[in-house]
């Protein structure tokens, strides 16, 4: 790559960062990874507990039980100081968010909990909590709690995983109107919440935090087109040449994928 192109290729990413907001998973996976604080203000907000503290946050977790298996690529993950495992998605389209979905991820987090001799009472509270672009369920109302329940009894089963689905489209002056507000500002200063506010314009505003969103997001995209690249391999739709050709891949991701596809 030549200097021009370099300088091209940045003032390209720094257009398209601009417009960039929380509710658009690239940019928000970014924003969130190893974020404690604004992570914390957002848990807090939407499971409406204010004393939850976060000890940590990891973005883009990968979970896999048998290398055949369908794995799931999890936007943000967070652990709470009561040992509670917190899974935040944000989906800007309704397929991306429906019930099997979020029952998978569930599912995905319990089997990453336990290791092999382990009692099933030591698998902690787990949270999968959606943030969809639109009203999902079309009620009207800023946050559904989905839990298991006894029918007959008409009494929670109580098993320790729940499921949330924030709706985006809400807004009032509650913490969280406010909060999806924010998920919808590409301008710091339009924002309500000052932690948020500042952690937007040190991405967006600054040399350092511009050139770190630019690089982390080229490089999930780059992922993404490798994760095609095997994809279209396996389906027999293209030869590691012609995948070679259209990715533009260097000779390190070639050998990367001749030794992911060999029998």
């Given at each position: 790559?030549?200097?021009?192109?370099?300088?091209?290729?940045?003032?390209?990413?720094?257009?398209?960062?601009?417009?960039?907001?929380?509710?658009?998973?690239?940019?928000?996976?970014?924003?969130?990874?190893?974020?404690?604080?604004?992570?914390?203000?957002?848990?807090?907000?939407?499971?409406?507990?204010?004393?939850?503290?976060?000890?940590?946050?990891?973005?883009?977790?990968?979970?896999?039980?048998?290398?055949?298996?369908?794995?799931?690529?999890?936007?943000?993950?967070?652990?709470?100081?009561?040992?509670?495992?917190?899974?935040?998605?944000?989906?800007?389209?309704?397929?991306?968010?429906?019930?099997?979905?979020?029952r998978f991820n569930s599912s995905m987090l319990d089997a990453s909990l336990l290791q092999k001799g382990q009692g099933f009472d030591r698998l902690p509270e787990t949270y999968v909590i959606f943030i969809t672009e639109r009203d999902f369920f079309g009620k009207g109302l800023p946050v559904y709690k989905i839990e298991r329940c006894i029918l007959d009894l008409n009494a929670l089963f109580d098993d320790g995983a729940h499921i949330l689905y924030v709706n985006g489209s809400?807004?009032?002056?509650?913490?969280?109107?406010?909060?999806?507000?924010?998920?919808?500002?590409?301008?710091?200063?339009?924002?309500?919440?000052?932690?948020?506010?500042?952690?937007?314009?040190?991405?967006?505003?600054?040399?350092?935090?511009?050139?770190?969103?630019?690089?982390?997001?080229?490089?999930?995209?780059?992922?993404?087109?490798?994760?095609?690249?095997?994809?279209?391999?396996?389906?027999?739709?293209?030869?590691?040449?012609?995948?070679?050709?259209?990715?533009?891949?260097?000779?390190?991701?070639?050998?990367?994928?001749?030794?992911?596809?060999?029998?």
């Amino acid at each position: 790559m030549t200097r021009d192109d370099f300088v091209l290729r940045r003032e390209e990413s720094l257009k398209l960062l601009e417009g960039f907001r929380l509710i658009d998973d690239d940019f928000m996976t970014v924003f969130f990874k190893d974020n404690i604080p604004c992570t914390e203000l957002v848990l807090r907000i939407v499971l409406d507990m204010p004393d939850l503290v976060v000890e940590e946050v990891h973005t883009q977790v990968h979970l896999s039980n048998m290398p055949e298996d369908r794995a799931v690529r999890l936007d943000v993950v967070a652990r709470d100081g009561e040992g509670r495992l917190i899974n935040i998605e944000v989906q800007r389209t309704d397929k991306g968010a429906g019930s099997r979905r979020a029952r998978f991820n569930s599912s995905m987090l319990d089997a990453s909990l336990l290791q092999k001799g382990q009692g099933f009472d030591r698998l902690p509270e787990t949270y999968v909590i959606f943030i969809t672009e639109r009203d999902f369920f079309g009620k009207g109302l800023p946050v559904y709690k989905i839990e298991r329940c006894i029918l007959d009894l008409n009494a929670l089963f109580d098993d320790g995983a729940h499921i949330l689905y924030v709706n985006g489209s809400y807004r009032d002056d509650t913490p969280v109107g406010r909060l999806m507000h924010d998920f919808f500002c590409a301008r710091s200063e339009d924002m309500h919440y000052g932690i948020l506010a500042k952690k937007m314009e040190y991405y967006k505003k600054t040399n350092e935090g511009s050139g770190n969103m630019c690089k982390a997001m080229e490089d999930l995209m780059r992922r993404r087109d490798l994760k095609t690249a095997r994809e279209l391999m396996a389906m027999g739709k293209f030869t590691l040449e012609e995948a070679t050709n259209f990715f533009n891949l260097s000779l390190e991701e070639v050998r990367q994928l001749k030794k992911e596809m060999a029998p």
